[in-house]
Nanobody, 123 residues
Framework: QVQLVESGGGLVQPGGSLRLSCGGF??????RGWFRQAPGREREFLAAIYWGSDTDYYAEFVRGRFTISKNIVTNTIYLQMNDLKPEDTANYYC??????????????????WGQGTQVTVSS
């Protein structure tokens, strides 16, 4: 059974940092990445990384603040988030797709979702 499990969310002050993790179980995927959804807003793409190469890509509004990475040995991807702002408050989701259709991935057309982890940025 395929499963994606996120961890690492929590409460952080503005300007702080968090690192989210997403463990994958079941089988490998071609692309894995991160989305978020705030209350009353649509889910939005953040970043993605290819499992078989060093290719990664980002939404423009997080470039420079968020970094995606992976550990092939542990089948885990990470999202390092720096200089967090209150508007980054959302539920963050890990996602995976079994092919390299980047346009589909950006639109949220993925094959598997994690359950989400809450990030709250507040003083």
């Amino acid at each position: 059974q395929v499963q994606l499990v996120e961890s690492g969310g929590g409460l952080v002050q503005p300007g702080g940092s968090l690192r989210l993790s997403c463990g994958g179980f079941g089988r490998p995927f071609s692309v894995r990445g991160w989305f978020r959804q705030a209350p009353g807003r649509e889910r939005e793409f953040l970043a993605a990384i290819y499992w078989g190469s060093d290719t990664d890509y980002y939404a423009e509004f997080v470039r420079g603040r968020f970094t995606i990475s992976k550990n092939i040995v542990t089948n885990t991807i990470y999202l390092q988030m720096n200089d967090l702002k209150p508007e980054d408050t959302a539920n963050y989701y890990c996602a995976a797709r079994s092919d390299y259709n980047n346009d589909a991935f950006r639109r949220g057309q993925v094959h598997h979702w994690g359950q989400g982890t809450q990030v709250t940025v507040s003083s």
